[in-house]
């Protein structure tokens, strides 16, 4: 355990400092969320409408673009060699390397929400629910993204790799996250069944993505 | 207790790197690899390391803790130091100490001031030069005991000081019954056996 917490402290550290990667996702989150306004033009009950859907595409956005570093940095100082020979099992390993991204990435989402849901015009319960699905969600976003981040490893610029592995498993969280948050804002559906097969969404999430992740990190060692 | 190789094969990228290498090392023994540019020294470390897999042959470690692989029972020192550069270099060691080691190390003020760097603790490793990175992942072999060393051209940057040091924690290292596994082309600066790869070059 004292391994796994140190390979946890270790990264948010990281990505807390300057050059980190904490501040950029939020900062992307911002930016697509403030502009949304902008082009869509100032119809409120629009706004309302799209709003859960624009703030969870920002979520999908910014998450995605720290993520092609989860791994790239690890393997291109070397460290990523030694945590592959340490006596810490690989899947553990992974699965604390993107529970710290999360941490450092994904949880600051959560928390500018209620901010950017004052621009989309939605009111608190509105903005509660986009949060919860959030917190729900984004460590799904994560989990799942690690596994693409792992393939991209071993190829220069896997960035862009990355996005198009990972867009498409990500869909589902995408459909119940924003299913969920509209149940709570308009309903007629409950909001119970889209919020619980996002959970499960996650829960799956966490148990598939580190054994494939640490199996592509093995598979792809040179 | 020993590391044996046995007729080990090493492909990389469709192209036979080396085939029929077999080795031994026994406790408290050095083996110096030695070879051309290309002719597999790192990939027989890596091998070795379990960071690659052999396409044939076998290498496996006799005595020491059954349960355990040979690369979880090695330190190696590769091309790439494996330093983060927002870190402090206490923190660089402190983790590597915890991840590896799991509580049993060393203590890293004690490590760093063995090579050297105690007056660095504090300075992020950005500003380290080359040498000192190098004496930093020395450090790290030093914090957690591991019975075998695979050492990549340990002494790549080192200084005329720095080298002497460095043989010294290598005698020690062997003196404690450890085995050193070094690819380089210098002189490692202590008694090693030499291991030749891919004829004579």
Redesign the interface.
Known sequence: M??L???I??DI??AL????GALIGVLFFLTVVVLMPFAVGPDLVLLTRLGPAILWLGALLASLLTLDRLFTADH????L????????PLELACAAKALAHWIAAGLPLVVATPVLGLLLNLDAVATGAVALTLLAGTPALTFIGMIGAALAVTMHRGGLLLAVLVLPLSIPVLIFGVAASQAAIVGPLPFGAPFSILCALSLMSFVVGPFAAAASLRHG?? | MRLLGSDVRCV?GGREVFAGLSFQAAAGEAVAVTGRNGSGKTSLL?LI????LPAGGSIAIEGGETE?TV??Q?H?L???????P??SVD?NL???S???G??AARPTADCLAAVGLAHAAELPAAYLSAGQRRRLSLARLLAMPRPLWLLDEPTNALDVAGQAMFAELMRAHLAGGGLIIAATHGPLGIDARELRIGGVG
């Open positions: 004292t391994a917490g140190a390979l402290r270790r550290r990281i400092r300057v050059g980190g291109e100082d070397g460290s060699d030694l945590i592959v020979m340490s006596r810490t060692l040179d | 990389r890596r390391a379990g960071l690659l355990l690369a979880e090695a190696y590769g091309h790439r130091d494996a330093l983060k927002a870190l923190e402190s983790f590597w915890d991840f590896l799991g509580g």
